[in-house]
Protein backbone atom coordinates (compact mmCIF):
# COMPACT_ATOMS: atom_id res chain seq x y z
CA UNK A 1 0.00 0.00 0.00
CA UNK A 2 2.73 2.03 0.86
CA UNK A 3 4.70 1.45 -2.37
CA UNK A 4 1.38 2.06 -4.07
CA UNK A 5 1.59 5.54 -2.86
CA UNK A 6 4.93 6.16 -3.39
CA UNK A 7 4.49 5.69 -6.88
CA UNK A 8 1.22 7.54 -7.27
CA UNK A 9 3.16 11.01 -5.21
CA UNK A 10 5.98 9.82 -7.88
CA UNK A 11 3.49 9.94 -11.17
CA UNK A 12 1.36 13.63 -9.60
CA UNK A 13 4.89 15.27 -9.27
CA UNK A 14 5.43 14.25 -12.79
CA UNK A 15 2.76 15.09 -14.34
CA UNK A 16 2.55 18.43 -12.83
CA UNK A 17 6.25 19.04 -13.60
CA UNK A 18 5.26 17.91 -17.74
CA UNK A 19 2.28 20.10 -16.97
CA UNK A 20 4.10 23.06 -16.18
CA UNK A 21 6.92 22.97 -18.63
CA UNK A 22 4.30 22.47 -21.06
CA UNK A 23 2.55 25.78 -20.35
CA UNK A 24 5.85 27.69 -20.54
CA UNK A 25 6.98 26.07 -23.33
CA UNK A 26 3.32 27.07 -25.04
CA UNK A 27 3.82 30.73 -23.76
CA UNK A 28 7.45 31.06 -25.22
CA UNK A 29 6.68 29.57 -28.34
CA UNK A 30 3.29 31.89 -29.08
CA UNK A 31 4.86 34.93 -27.96
CA UNK A 32 6.99 34.26 -30.88
CA UNK A 33 4.19 33.70 -33.00
CA UNK A 34 2.89 36.96 -32.17
CA UNK A 35 5.91 39.06 -32.73
CA UNK A 36 6.43 37.20 -35.80
CA UNK A 37 2.96 38.22 -36.77
CA UNK A 38 3.35 41.93 -37.06
CA UNK A 39 7.28 41.91 -37.93
CA UNK A 40 6.93 45.73 -39.05
CA UNK A 41 5.56 46.81 -35.38
CA UNK A 42 7.64 44.58 -33.53
CA UNK A 43 10.60 45.08 -36.25
CA UNK A 44 10.50 48.93 -34.93
CA UNK A 45 10.33 47.67 -31.33
CA UNK A 46 13.54 45.77 -31.95
CA UNK A 47 15.49 48.54 -34.29
CA UNK A 48 14.92 50.76 -31.62
CA UNK A 49 16.36 48.90 -28.75
CA UNK A 50 18.92 47.53 -30.46
CA UNK A 51 20.08 50.60 -31.21
CA UNK A 52 20.22 51.92 -27.80
CA UNK A 53 22.55 48.53 -27.10
CA UNK A 54 24.76 49.30 -29.35
CA UNK A 55 25.40 52.80 -27.93
CA UNK A 56 27.05 51.91 -24.90
CA UNK A 57 28.89 48.78 -26.84
CA UNK A 58 30.06 51.16 -29.32
CA UNK A 59 31.48 53.11 -26.48
CA UNK A 60 33.00 50.13 -24.65
CA UNK A 61 35.02 48.92 -27.73
CA UNK A 62 36.10 52.44 -28.30
CA UNK A 63 37.37 53.04 -24.24
CA UNK A 64 39.28 49.28 -25.11
CA UNK A 65 41.00 50.06 -28.13
CA UNK A 66 41.82 53.68 -27.11
CA UNK A 67 43.06 51.86 -23.71
CA UNK A 68 45.37 49.49 -26.54
CA UNK A 69 46.62 52.20 -28.38
CA UNK A 70 47.82 54.17 -25.43
CA UNK A 71 49.40 51.14 -24.24
CA UNK A 72 50.86 51.04 -27.79
CA UNK A 73 51.95 54.27 -28.61
CA UNK A 74 55.47 55.34 -28.74
CA UNK A 75 56.95 56.59 -25.42
CA UNK A 76 58.24 60.07 -25.61
CA UNK A 77 60.79 61.04 -23.70
CA UNK A 78 59.48 62.29 -20.12
CA UNK A 79 61.29 65.85 -20.74
CA UNK A 80 63.35 68.20 -23.13
CA UNK A 81 65.71 69.96 -21.44
CA UNK A 82 66.96 72.75 -23.55
CA UNK A 83 70.04 74.36 -23.01
CA UNK A 84 71.08 77.78 -22.75
CA UNK A 85 72.23 79.35 -26.68
CA UNK A 86 76.05 78.99 -26.97
CA UNK A 87 76.49 76.23 -24.40
CA UNK A 88 79.22 74.84 -25.69
CA UNK A 89 80.39 70.82 -26.02
CA UNK A 90 82.26 70.65 -23.15
CA UNK A 91 79.01 71.91 -20.67
CA UNK A 92 76.72 70.18 -22.60
CA UNK A 93 78.85 66.83 -22.12
CA UNK A 94 79.50 67.51 -18.21
CA UNK A 95 75.49 68.48 -17.59
CA UNK A 96 74.11 65.62 -19.31
CA UNK A 97 76.75 63.31 -16.89
CA UNK A 98 75.34 64.95 -13.69
CA UNK A 99 71.59 63.86 -14.69
CA UNK A 100 72.83 60.22 -15.78
CA UNK A 101 73.78 60.20 -12.11
CA UNK A 102 70.69 61.07 -10.69
CA UNK A 103 68.52 58.15 -9.35
CA UNK A 104 65.24 59.62 -10.99
CA UNK A 105 66.56 59.43 -14.51
CA UNK A 106 66.88 55.95 -16.13
CA UNK A 107 68.36 57.50 -19.71
CA UNK A 108 69.40 60.98 -20.80
CA UNK A 109 69.72 61.37 -24.69
CA UNK A 110 71.73 64.37 -26.00
CA UNK A 111 71.35 65.88 -28.99
CA UNK A 112 74.32 69.13 -30.40
CA UNK A 113 73.19 71.81 -32.09
CA UNK A 114 73.83 70.52 -35.92
CA UNK A 115 71.87 67.20 -34.93
CA UNK A 116 68.87 69.16 -33.97
CA UNK A 117 69.02 71.22 -37.12
CA UNK A 118 69.97 68.35 -39.87
CA UNK A 119 67.10 66.49 -38.00
CA UNK A 120 64.84 69.72 -38.59
CA UNK A 121 65.86 69.99 -42.07
CA UNK A 122 64.48 65.98 -43.04
CA UNK A 123 61.37 66.78 -41.28
CA UNK A 124 60.37 70.23 -41.45
CA UNK A 125 60.54 70.58 -45.10
CA UNK A 126 62.02 74.18 -45.39
CA UNK A 127 65.92 72.41 -46.05
CA UNK A 128 66.09 75.25 -49.03
CA UNK A 129 64.89 77.82 -46.79
CA UNK A 130 67.48 76.79 -43.99
CA UNK A 131 70.04 76.30 -46.64
CA UNK A 132 70.87 80.04 -46.99
CA UNK A 133 70.14 80.76 -43.18
CA UNK A 134 73.38 82.58 -41.61
CA UNK A 135 74.59 80.78 -38.46
CA UNK A 136 72.70 77.79 -36.18
CA UNK A 137 70.13 79.33 -33.74
CA UNK A 138 69.18 75.53 -32.00
CA UNK A 139 70.73 74.61 -28.59
CA UNK A 140 71.59 71.60 -27.15
CA UNK A 141 68.57 69.18 -26.17
CA UNK A 142 68.76 66.76 -23.95
CA UNK A 143 66.00 63.76 -23.58
CA UNK A 144 65.64 62.34 -20.25
CA UNK A 145 63.03 58.82 -19.46
CA UNK A 146 62.51 59.39 -16.43
CA UNK A 147 62.31 55.54 -13.93
CA UNK A 148 59.25 57.01 -12.22
CA UNK A 149 56.91 59.57 -14.02
CA UNK A 150 55.21 60.90 -11.25
CA UNK A 151 58.72 62.89 -10.14
CA UNK A 152 58.35 64.76 -13.57
CA UNK A 153 56.73 67.84 -12.48
CA UNK A 154 59.58 67.60 -9.35
CA UNK A 155 62.78 67.16 -11.21
CA UNK A 156 61.48 69.81 -14.16
CA UNK A 157 61.33 72.50 -11.39
CA UNK A 158 64.90 71.59 -10.20
CA UNK A 159 66.06 71.61 -14.04
CA UNK A 160 64.37 74.94 -14.63
CA UNK A 161 66.43 76.68 -12.11
CA UNK A 162 69.58 75.47 -13.05
CA UNK A 163 71.86 77.98 -14.59
CA UNK A 164 72.62 76.07 -18.24
CA UNK A 165 69.19 74.93 -18.49
CA UNK A 166 67.00 77.81 -20.78
CA UNK A 167 63.86 75.29 -21.08
CA UNK A 168 62.22 72.26 -20.10
CA UNK A 169 59.20 70.48 -21.88
CA UNK A 170 57.54 67.83 -20.61
CA UNK A 171 56.93 66.10 -23.60
CA UNK A 172 54.46 63.60 -22.62
CA UNK A 173 51.67 65.78 -21.62
CA UNK A 174 49.59 65.02 -25.13
CA UNK A 175 49.86 60.69 -23.27
CA UNK A 176 48.34 62.12 -19.70
CA UNK A 177 45.98 63.92 -21.21
CA UNK A 178 44.87 61.77 -23.66
CA UNK A 179 44.73 59.06 -20.93
CA UNK A 180 42.46 61.41 -18.53
CA UNK A 181 40.41 62.04 -21.43
CA UNK A 182 39.92 58.20 -22.02
CA UNK A 183 39.22 57.80 -17.93
CA UNK A 184 36.44 60.22 -17.76
CA UNK A 185 35.13 58.87 -21.39
CA UNK A 186 34.49 55.92 -19.21
CA UNK A 187 32.91 57.11 -16.50
CA UNK A 188 30.68 59.04 -18.79
CA UNK A 189 29.48 55.86 -20.84
CA UNK A 190 28.42 54.37 -17.42
CA UNK A 191 26.23 57.52 -16.98
CA UNK A 192 24.86 57.05 -21.04
CA UNK A 193 24.59 53.02 -20.80
CA UNK A 194 22.26 53.56 -17.83
CA UNK A 195 19.86 56.02 -19.11
CA UNK A 196 19.42 54.12 -22.53
CA UNK A 197 18.67 50.67 -19.77
CA UNK A 198 16.00 52.78 -18.56
CA UNK A 199 14.82 54.22 -21.62
CA UNK A 200 14.70 50.48 -23.17
CA UNK A 201 12.55 49.56 -19.99
CA UNK A 202 10.34 52.19 -21.58
CA UNK A 203 10.19 51.33 -24.49
CA UNK A 204 9.52 47.53 -23.82
CA UNK A 205 6.69 48.81 -21.27
CA UNK A 206 4.90 50.97 -23.88
CA UNK A 207 5.19 47.95 -26.37
CA UNK A 208 3.59 45.21 -23.46
CA UNK A 209 0.56 47.55 -22.37
CA UNK A 210 0.26 48.26 -25.82
CA UNK A 211 -0.62 44.46 -26.45
CA UNK A 212 -2.30 43.83 -23.44
CA UNK A 213 -4.73 46.82 -24.35
CA UNK A 214 -5.25 44.95 -27.26
CA UNK A 215 -6.38 41.73 -25.76
CA UNK A 216 -8.00 43.10 -22.90
CA UNK A 217 -11.17 40.58 -23.64
CA UNK A 218 -9.25 37.86 -23.47
CA UNK A 219 -7.70 38.41 -20.37
CA UNK A 220 -10.60 39.78 -18.55
CA UNK A 221 -11.80 35.79 -19.99
CA UNK A 222 -9.19 34.13 -18.77
CA UNK A 223 -9.15 35.25 -15.51
CA UNK A 224 -13.38 34.97 -14.89
CA UNK A 225 -12.57 31.58 -15.59
CA UNK A 226 -10.15 31.24 -12.47
CA UNK A 227 -6.38 32.31 -14.69
CA UNK A 228 -4.03 34.09 -11.92
CA UNK A 229 -2.22 36.86 -12.63
CA UNK A 230 0.99 35.34 -13.14
CA UNK A 231 -0.31 32.74 -15.50
CA UNK A 232 -1.71 35.85 -17.27
CA UNK A 233 1.50 37.92 -17.46
CA UNK A 234 3.93 34.95 -18.51
CA UNK A 235 3.19 35.38 -22.62
CA UNK A 236 4.34 39.01 -21.99
CA UNK A 237 6.81 38.63 -20.07
CA UNK A 238 8.15 35.86 -23.37
CA UNK A 239 7.14 38.60 -25.57
CA UNK A 240 9.55 40.83 -23.60
CA UNK A 241 12.27 38.35 -23.47
CA UNK A 242 12.34 37.51 -27.32
CA UNK A 243 12.57 41.55 -28.25
CA UNK A 244 15.53 41.32 -25.92
CA UNK A 245 17.23 38.83 -27.52
CA UNK A 246 16.52 40.22 -30.93
CA UNK A 247 17.71 43.67 -30.13
CA UNK A 248 20.55 42.15 -28.37
CA UNK A 249 21.44 40.06 -31.51
CA UNK A 250 20.59 43.13 -33.63
CA UNK A 251 22.96 45.37 -31.75
CA UNK A 252 25.97 43.01 -32.54
CA UNK A 253 25.06 43.29 -35.73
CA UNK A 254 25.18 46.89 -35.31
CA UNK A 255 28.55 46.99 -33.44
CA UNK A 256 29.92 45.03 -36.10
CA UNK A 257 29.39 47.05 -39.26
CA UNK A 258 30.67 50.19 -37.33
CA UNK A 259 34.01 48.25 -36.57
CA UNK A 260 34.11 47.45 -40.76
CA UNK A 261 33.84 51.09 -41.24
CA UNK A 262 35.95 52.32 -38.35
CA UNK A 263 39.25 49.92 -38.97
CA UNK A 264 40.51 51.34 -41.98
CA UNK A 265 41.23 55.21 -40.57
CA UNK A 266 41.58 54.28 -36.75
CA UNK A 267 44.70 52.12 -37.67
CA UNK A 268 45.98 55.26 -39.66
CA UNK A 269 45.03 57.18 -36.74
CA UNK A 270 47.21 54.41 -34.32
CA UNK A 271 50.28 54.77 -37.09
CA UNK A 272 50.41 58.37 -36.29
CA UNK A 273 51.04 57.83 -32.77
CA UNK A 274 53.61 55.45 -32.96
CA UNK A 275 51.48 52.27 -32.60
CA UNK A 276 50.19 49.51 -34.82
CA UNK A 277 47.01 49.05 -33.61
CA UNK A 278 44.29 46.95 -35.00
CA UNK A 279 40.98 47.45 -34.63
CA UNK A 280 39.06 45.02 -31.97
CA UNK A 281 35.39 44.53 -31.24
CA UNK A 282 33.64 43.09 -28.40
CA UNK A 283 34.63 39.82 -26.99
CA UNK A 284 32.83 36.79 -27.10
CA UNK A 285 32.04 36.63 -23.49
CA UNK A 286 30.70 40.53 -23.85
CA UNK A 287 29.09 39.64 -27.12
CA UNK A 288 26.52 36.46 -24.79
CA UNK A 289 26.59 39.58 -22.28
CA UNK A 290 25.14 41.93 -24.10
CA UNK A 291 22.55 39.52 -25.67
CA UNK A 292 21.83 38.54 -21.70
CA UNK A 293 21.22 42.28 -21.13
CA UNK A 294 19.18 42.99 -24.13
CA UNK A 295 17.23 39.95 -22.76
CA UNK A 296 16.78 41.24 -18.94
CA UNK A 297 16.32 44.77 -20.04
CA UNK A 298 13.29 42.71 -22.09
CA UNK A 299 11.70 40.64 -19.50
CA UNK A 300 11.87 43.39 -17.09
CA UNK A 301 9.96 46.02 -19.38
CA UNK A 302 7.57 43.45 -20.09
CA UNK A 303 7.06 42.32 -16.03
CA UNK A 304 6.99 46.14 -14.49
CA UNK A 305 4.34 46.96 -17.52
CA UNK A 306 2.37 43.30 -17.24
CA UNK A 307 2.45 43.57 -13.08
CA UNK A 308 1.21 46.90 -13.03
CA UNK A 309 -1.63 46.98 -15.72
CA UNK A 310 -2.94 43.52 -14.76
CA UNK A 311 -3.35 44.14 -11.48
CA UNK A 312 -5.77 46.70 -12.31
CA UNK A 313 -7.89 44.61 -14.56
CA UNK A 314 -11.00 43.31 -12.50
CA UNK A 315 -13.33 41.45 -14.82
CA UNK A 316 -16.17 40.84 -11.71
Given at each position: ???????H?????????????????????????????????????????????????????????????????????????????????????????????????????????E????????????????????????????????????????????????????????E???????????????????????????????????????E???R?????????IG??????????????????????????????????????????????????????????????????????????????????????????
Amino acid sequence: MGARREVHRESAWRNALRGWLRSHGYSLFSALGRILHRPLDQGLTIAVLAVALALPALGLVAVQNGAQLLAGAARPADLLVFLVEGASTELASDFADRLRGDPRVAAVDSRSPEQALEEFRSLSGFADALAVAEGNPLPWVLSLNLHNAEEVETLAGTLRTQGEVDTVIYEGAWLTRLQGLLALFERALWVVGALLAVAALLIVGNTVRLEIATRLEEIEVVKLIGGSDAFVRRPFLYGGLWLGMAAGIGALALVALAMSFLRSPVEVLALSYGSSLTLAGLSWAQAVALIACGMALGWGGAWLAAAQRLRAIDPR
